[in-house]
């Protein structure tokens, strides 16, 4: 479960999700949205937006201001919307001068829409900086070190295996992964999490206002590295699991191989 928070940690801080800001000092009712946001190469939280005189935070000039970000992120379901998770932390905003931009944006690992959106007329880039994230998710509230979400040695430096998997562009990839799965496999999976199996963790069931669109369904909240997360309608109850995977998956091919060790291991059987 430590392993699943990081991963949905990371990935949201490396671009998933719609981020906002609220610079609680100077304007506190007023939220920066307009923004692309994601990790570079050293770890840093970055930033970018286009200037806006109706929104103070971006056209702040004075040095670091304090923040606070968040970022929320909704199932990758196309019939439904279900908010899958979300991170805030409270941090410090500092708008990067010109001389400063340049240096940035050659950092490979840099989103292009970032670069894009910095480079345009009265963009702005910026790093966030933080000490802590909390998670919010169907577990409940996660608090967790930046470092360690945004994969820090203590000595400083990204560590270049932590990487976010999947990335914004890979996500309805390793959605469709999901969709090959029927309904029986799936329904299979929470039947052996809810009846003990090791590999599933129930993380809510709660009374929901159904309709005839979701009863009896099978929605996928998310799917990365770590594992798959499920939810179920069922008698006006929603139920959310998340199902293990033995190892990690770093890229689509070894995560349709997990999918397919998750199924045989929950003695799930395709059918037609």
């Given at each position: 479960?430590?392993a699943r928070s990081v991963s949905l940690a990371r990935r949201l ?36 937006c286009l200037a806006d005189d109706a929104v103070p935070t971006t ?214």
């Amino acid at each position: 479960m430590r392993a699943r928070s990081v991963s949905l940690a990371r990935r949201l801080l490396s671009g998933a999700g719609r981020a906002a800001l609220v610079a609680y000092d100077l304007e506190p009712l007023i939220e920066a949205r307009a923004l692309c946001h994601g990790m570079s190469a050293t770890g840093d939280l970055v930033v970018a937006c286009l200037a806006d005189d109706a929104v103070p935070t971006t056209t702040w000039a004075d040095g670091a201001l304090r923040v606070r970000l968040d970022i929320v992120k909704e199932a990758p379901e196309s019939a439904v919307r279900i908010t899958a998770c979300a991170v805030h932390l409270l941090g410090t905003l500092e708008w990067l001068s010109a001389d400063d931009l340049e240096d940035h944006l050659a950092d490979a690992e840099l989103d292009p829409r970032i670069t894009e959106l910095a480079t345009m007329v009265g963009g702005r880039l910026g790093i966030v900086r933080s000490d802590r994230v909390l998670l919010h998710d169907s577990a409940g509230v996660s608090p967790l070190p930046f470092g360690e979400v945004a994969g820090l040695h203590p000595a400083g430096g990204a560590q270049w295996g932590c990487r976010s998997f999947p990335d914004v562009e890979q996500e309805w990839d390793a959605r469709d992964l999901v969709g090959r799965l029927s309904k029986s496999q799936l329904t299979g999976l929470l039947t052996a999490a809810a009846a003990g199996w090791d590999a599933g963790v129930k993380l809510s069931s709660r009374a929901e206002v159904t309709c005839s669109h979701t009863e009896g369904r099978v929605f996928c909240v998310d799917i990365d590295r770590t594992g798959l997360t499920l939810m179920a309608v069922t008698l006006g109850r929603a139920s959310v699991h998340f199902l293990a995977f033995d190892e990690p998956a770093d890229a689509l091919d070894e995560l349709a191989d997990r999918l397919g060790q998750l199924v045989a291991a929950g003695s799930v059987q395709p059918t037609e």
